[in-house]
């Protein structure tokens, strides 16, 4: 267990009462109604539904003045913020304690490449990494899973991880399982069937897969658990 310190700002304990569109949450934060940004484009059914506990942080914002970035899951909270884990993976990647990508550094983000953007490229001694990372906050039983719904952009960024793959580059496709007590990763088929499958044609085909375990607490640090998640059986 890895125990780091994301957010310096206090965090706020708010209530899920309704998430009204895409990127705006409803909730109840000490009586008072107001409106939190939210940066996960997922369905996220079993997180931002009514009645649901969770943390948001301050932002500057004539309208939405905070940020949904944990919804309370058992013994912690999964922490549903697309920036917030970018944070955490870059800080384990700063601090050298990732096993399969301990000695190296990140050299540019959202590089453009073929027809996508991807999330990052590292140097690796000698080497250069293409890394493309996905939130897996969709809890399916005993494993992280991604996607929740289908998702073009998903199915672009895997091919090209893929063709790049094949073009000789070395490349990485990563998933955060960012909430409590999973045992494993597997993608979602009932998300989105073509991403499932890609997925499967991508590790057959060689491309390294690989995940991290991890979830927020009260306090604004974050546990990682598993540096090494394995692909379910």
């Known amino acids: 267990m890895v125990r780091i310190k994301l957010y310096t700002s206090k965090l706020y304990p708010i209530k899920i009462l309704e998430r009204l569109n895409r990127f705006v949450v409803k909730a109840e934060l ?12 997922g369905r996220l059914h079993d997180y931002l539904v009514a009645g ?9 914002g004539s309208r939405l003045r905070y940020r949904v970035v944990g919804i309370l899951d058992g013994d912690g909270y999964s922490l549903i913020d697309t920036y917030s884990q970018a ?3 870059e ?14 550094i990140i050299i540019s983000r959202h590089p453009k490449i073929l027809n996508s953007k991807l999330d990052y490229l590292l140097r690796c001694g000698d ?20 996607p929740d719904c289908p998702t073009e952009r998903g199915r672009r960024h895997i091919r090209d991880i893929m063709n790049l793959f094949e073009m000789g580059n070395n490349v990485m496709l990563i998933f955060l399982a960012a909430l409590p007590n999973v045992k494993c990763f597997t993608p979602y088929r009932e998300g ?9 044609k991508a590790y057959e085909l060689g491309v390294p897969i690989k995940s991290l375990a991890f979830y927020l607490l009260e306090d604004g640090s974050v546990d ?10």
């Open 30 to 41: 000490d009586g008072e109604i107001v409106l939190c940004h939210n940066t996960n484009t």
């Open 192 to 200: 989105d069937e073509v991403v499932y499958e890609l997925v499967f």
């Open 127 to 146: 080497k250069e990494l293409y890394v493309e990372v996905k939130s897996a906050v969709l809890r399916n039983g005993e494993a992280a899973s991604y």
């Open 91 to 104: 800080k384990l990647i700063d601090m050298g304690i990732i096993p399969w990508i301990k000695d190296c």
């Open 52 to 60: 649901k506990m969770g943390l948001a942080i301050p932002i500057e």
């Open 224 to 233: 990682v658990y598993n540096l090494d998640l394995p692909l379910c059986k």
């Open 87 to 89: 944070l955490v993976f």
